[in-house]
């Protein structure tokens, strides 16, 4: 079962940050957390990951506690084409390591 | 989700029927998962695969299900005499080893059981 908890929807406006929260405060040291999202009708889509370090890509930020049992995944200009089911998702290294879990997610929605 | 391609996108089967789902995984990527997603539910881990083997099929269910990924060719998950019950989306994802490296997803199949 996912080890993570999420809110189960969201509102943003276009244009603005969307800040989605995760807990996982059970998280091992060696936990990875994992960020996907999933558009109406497509397959998940990877966006980004981390251990402990904070992480940017061209797609999002990824903002994770010292202590490490939350994170938040940042989209710094939200567009309509980001409003999909967001999954964040912890994945251990080694055994196990390919199963992803995962739960029921948050359901962004952008509005204009 | 460029790169993992499956098909057929949509496939509609009668009870009893068998469903051939094709996948193939981005260029370079020689490790292969399947999930499914039943409607209204999250996806759910079914089998791990690499060339030739399978390493991780705790997800699938015990009967009518095999997975397989040839030395050539895409991974192929198979359902004999399909039931209404295996309707769902079902998602191939790829990567390019075991380690702590991203999946990659295709679009899915749309299996629809009459």
């Known amino acids: 079962d996912a080890k993570t908890t999420q809110p189960p929807s969201m509102d943003c406006a276009e244009g603005r940050a969307a800040n989605l929260p995760c807990n996982h405060s059970t998280i091992s040291g060696n936990e990875y957390v994992y960020w996907y999202r999933q558009i109406h009708s497509q397959g998940p889509q990877y966006i980004i990951h981390?251990?402990?370090n904070n992480e940017t890509n061209e797609m999002a930020s990824l903002i994770i506690t010292e202590d490490r049992k939350s994170s938040t995944l940042i989209l710094p200009h939200a567009t309509l084409r980001d409003t999909a089911v967001y999954y964040c998702i912890v994945r251990p290294v080694g055994q196990g390591a390919q199963k992803l879990v995962f739960g029921q997610g948050t359901r962004l929605t952008i509005n204009p | 989700n460029a790169g993992v391609m499956q098909n057929p996108r949509h496939l509609v089967r009668r009870r009893g029927q068998e469903a051939r789902l094709r996948c193939s995984p981005m260029?370079?990527?020689?490790?292969v998962y399947w999930y499914r997603q039943l409607p209204e539910e999250g996806l759910k881990f079914m089998v791990y695969?690499?060339?030739?083997?399978?390493?991780?099929e705790s997800g699938m269910p015990k009967e009518r299900f095999s997975a397989e990924f040839p030395k050539e060719g895409p991974s192929i998950l198979r359902i004999q005499q399909v039931v209404r019950g295996d309707s769902a989306a079902y998602f191939c994802?790829?990567?390019?080893?075991?380690?702590?490296?991203?999946?990659?997803f295709g679009d899915g199949t749309r299996l629809s059981i009459l």
């Open positions: 994802a790829s990567s390019p080893g075991p380690d702590n490296q991203p999946q990659h």
């Open positions: 981390g251990l402990k």
């Open positions: 260029k370079g990527h020689s490790h």
């Open positions: 695969l690499q060339k030739e083997n399978i390493i991780d």
